[in-house]
């Protein structure tokens, strides 16, 4: 074990890596390294999700493996959404735990690194943000919180527990990351909210469209992406800025949950299905080929085969490039707990099934149309199954590997003629 070094093991979300980012940075100026692995490390830290069930057991099974490594002398601290769903009560169950950083705490770990808090799991009003000191991991993109927690207050999500009450950055303090990303050579800004399409400004009154333009003029920025954007937050502004400026990627990850409205109404998702769709065709006559992706659950309670079959039809009518999709999993303290009508699971898992069978279909056919087309790929790394072949992201999200050049700077936007589809990505060469 080597003095002051650590190791933090992420679930969850794009937030949660970014939460997991901003500590390493801040333990970083305080004098720790990053341990190769959780043996070597004087402080071990969990960032843990609890969007679905078990999430709990699973950290309280993780800490009796990690007991070993406290009896040889690391501090361990829990962080992320069970930290903050279950706060003291992770002390009880394994008082060898140091500490429990809440999601609203993620900014000043002083307290706990010097043992003056054990347990912080409130939402200052003023929360710490130190942007330079985020350890980000790619060095082509950076990733900028610009909305933390979530106001939607949807009948299943435990995410207004877990992040709080919406809370927008100042709209300069975002133009100032961009610009210090792009300063460290990351020309693709991804900006994260719950919410993401929710931003405005605190301090101006500035929206989301106000920010996209901001940054997507801001010199350097070769791709901007956003996610997660709500819905019933696509505003026709949104819409245009998206349109005006060629480096908005585009693509948009765009939860709808349910193909029928019945269903979205007893999660309160603040639309219909049929405003959904009217959404995403807005959107596509303004911006032809704009690529979705969406998260669905299945078995909400008293979903019927009817309303499952709707989810299956609005599937094949947006064509979703890629899902998520998920059994419904009742949190603890949620609305949804009072619904009756429990779908029984073997319901629920024969529904997921399909559901993925149909999203393979449509996803083998969406990466076969790609097949003699050249596209823009942002070079990111060697591929991970074969480094001497390159790997990036086309505009639309899809991994790309390919061959035909002899060196490439990660960031460069090479032209490549896809020749194949695979399973979830695409093989081409670069075009000289
Ligand atoms: N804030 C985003 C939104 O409103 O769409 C995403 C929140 S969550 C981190 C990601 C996904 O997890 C959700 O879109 C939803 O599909 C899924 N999810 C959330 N709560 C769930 C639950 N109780 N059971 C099953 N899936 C859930």
């Known amino acids: 074990m080597t003095a002051k070094s650590y190791f933090i093991e992420t679930w969850g979300c794009q937030m949660n890596d970014l939460d997991s ?4 940075g801040q333990l970083k100026l305080r004098g720790y390294r990053q341990a190769a692995s959780e043996n070597e490390a004087s402080l071990i830290l969990l960032n843990t999700c609890s969007i679905r069930e078990k999430s709990e057991q699973k950290v309280f099974s993780r800490l009796g493996v990690l007991k070993e490594a406290k009896e040889r002398g690391a501090r361990i601290g829990v962080a992320g959404c069970v930290a903050q769903q279950e706060g003291a009560r992770i002390l009880e169950r394994a008082p060898y735990v140091d500490f429990v950083l809440g999601t609203g705490n993620v900014g000043t770990l002083d307290d706990v690194l010097e043992g003056r808090t054990r347990v912080a799991i409130d939402f200052p009003e003023a929360r710490e943000y130190d942007y330079l000191a985020i350890e980000r991991p790619s060095a082509t993109r950076a990733q900028i919180t610009v909305i933390e927690g979530c106001n939607k ?9 877990t992040r709080g009450r919406e809370i927008s950055r100042p709209f300069r303090h975002l133009v100032a990351e961009t610009i210090h990303a792009v300063s460290t ?24 469209a106000d920010l996209l333009k901001a ?18 937050e696509v505003s026709d502004e949104m819409i245009e800025a998206m349109r005006l400026h060629s480096n908005i990627c585009r693509f948009l990850h765009l939860p709808v949950q349910s193909g029928s409205s019945a269903v979205l109404r007893r999660m309160k998702r603040l639309y219909t299905r049929e405003r959904y769709l009217e959404t995403i065709e807005r959107i596509r006559e303004a911006i032809p080929g704009t690529g979705f992706s969406t998260d669905l659950i299945v078995g909400f309670p ?5 309303d499952f079959e709707q989810t299956l039809s609005l599937m094949k009518q947006v064509r979703f490039g890629s899902l998520y999709a998920f059994k419904y999993s009742p949190r603890p303290g949620t609305p949804a707990l009072r619904l009756k009508d429990e779908v029984p699971a073997e319901v629920a898992n024969a529904r ?4 993925f069978a149909l999203q393979e ?24 199954n074969d480094p001497t072949e390159f790997a990036g992201k086309t505009d639309d999200n899809w991994t790309v590997n390919f061959t035909g050049l002899s060196a490439v700077a990660p960031g460069m936007l090479i032209p490549v003629r896809i020749t194949q589809a695979q399973h979830y990505t695409l093989r081409g060469e670069a075009v000289a």
């Open 215 to 232: 940054i997507a003029t801001t010199p350097g920025v070769a791709r901007l992406r956003f996610m997660t954007s709500h819905p019933a």
């Open 361 to 384: 279909e449509i996803q083998r056919e969406t990466l076969d149309s790609y097949v003699g087309r050249t596209l823009e790929v942002m070079y990111e790394a060697p591929s991970r």
């Open 185 to 208: 050579g990351r020309s693709e800004i991804e900006l994260l909210g719950q919410t993401v399409n929710a931003y405005r400004c605190p301090e101006s009154g500035q929206t989301f």
């Open 352 to 355: 997921l099934h399909r559901l």
């Open 21 to 24: 980012q901003r500590i390493a």
């Open 302 to 306: 008293g979903e019927t085969d009817d």
């Open 153 to 161: 207050n949807c009948t299943f999500c435990i995410v207004p527990t």
